[in-house]
């Protein structure tokens, strides 16, 4: 499969990810990488916490990426009007959806978040939520460590199956 050609928004959890598994150059450099100012602040906070082969310098990740999107008072606004349940997100998943559905290209969103996941269910937007996994295999990048179950194609595909299936049973 050919690599994504438009944007790939990410999230928190993929920005930490791939700078665990050392992945993160390979992502950027064939990728049209973005994300959001929530998200961009949430991969600096616990950084105290981690090892340093595990810290990620702000600049460097401003640099490497093709965007940060701020969102607007007014852009959380029309995604809360979509759907209410935008609220309930983590702000950096809240931010990354309400920024989305401002776009008219052709993006794919990339990011483990269950409650983010269901969201693009309820949505109609499953088909442009993708697994990392999925992501590093059309480039050819193989991680030495291994990823995460959160970030497989299995995974995803298994739960969006059941926030799909969650959708159906309760309109009966």
Request: with cysteine; aromatic share 4%.
């Amino acid at each position: 499969m050919a690599p994504h050609a438009g944007p790939l928004l990410v999230d928190t959890n993929v920005i930490i990810e791939c700078h665990r598994i050392h992945s993160w150059r390979a992502l950027t450099q064939r990728y049209r990488t973005e994300t959001v100012e929530t998200c961009l602040e949430e991969s600096q906070t616990g950084a105290q916490t981690r090892n340093p082969e595990q810290q990620i310098d702000e600049g460097e990740l401003r640099h490497s990426l093709a965007a940060v999107q701020l969102v607007s008072a007014s852009d959380l606004a029309q995604a809360m009007a979509r759907d209410g349940e935008i609220g309930a997100l983590d702000p950096g998943e809240k931010h990354l959806w309400a920024h989305a559905l401002t776009r008219e290209d052709a993006w794919i969103l990339c990011g483990p978040d269950g409650s983010s996941m269901r969201m693009g269910v309820r949505l109609g937007l499953r088909d442009r939520l993708v697994a990392l996994e999925g992501l590093l295999d059309a480039i050819g990048h193989r991680p030495k460590p291994p990823l995460r179950n959160g970030y497989t194609n299995a995974w995803l595909k298994n739960k969006l199956n059941q926030f799909a299936a969650a959708e159906i049973g309760p309109r009966r």
